[in-house]
């Protein structure tokens, strides 16, 4: 059984920074892409960012230069360094890994989300 647990959300101030994280359990020997994805109220789901098991990354346009996405590939862990951040980035956060592979199957997977809030 495959888990993504996110953690490091919370309220900041227009214009601080919070550091995202999401590790993945279970018995994994890789995973494709991990990325962020985040919702606020009343829209849909966007993209963030994310990045491939070679390190390639892609970004929405309005988290340029604002945010970084990294991972660990010995903890299955993708991390979002946010910076800058803004009362529009206020969302629920939700980490999300493609083509996990385990010992008897391949799947993507969403964890549970994580709020994170930016007060003006």
């Known amino acids: 059984q495959v888990q993504l647990v996110e953690s490091g959300g919370g309220l900041v101030q227009a214009g601080g920074s919070l550091r995202l994280s999401c590790a993945a359990s279970?018995?994994?020997?890789?995973?494709?892409?991990m990325g962020w994805y985040r919702q606020a109220p009343g829209k849909q789901r966007e993209l963030v960012a994310g990045?491939?098991?070679?390190?390639?990354?892609n970004y929405a346009d309005s988290m340029k230069g604002r945010f970084t996405i990294s991972r660990d590939d010995a903890k299955n862990t993708v991390y979002l360094q946010m910076n800058s951040l803004k009362p529009e980035d206020t969302a629920v956060y939700y980490c999300?890994?493609?083509?996990?592979?385990?010992?008897?199957?391949?799947?993507?997977?969403w964890g549970q989300g994580t709020q994170v809030t930016v007060s003006s």
């Open positions: 999300n890994a493609q083509g996990v592979r385990t010992l008897t199957r391949r799947g993507d997977y």
């Open positions: 279970g018995r994994i020997f890789s995973i494709n892409v």
């Open positions: 990045i491939t098991s070679g390190g390639s990354t």
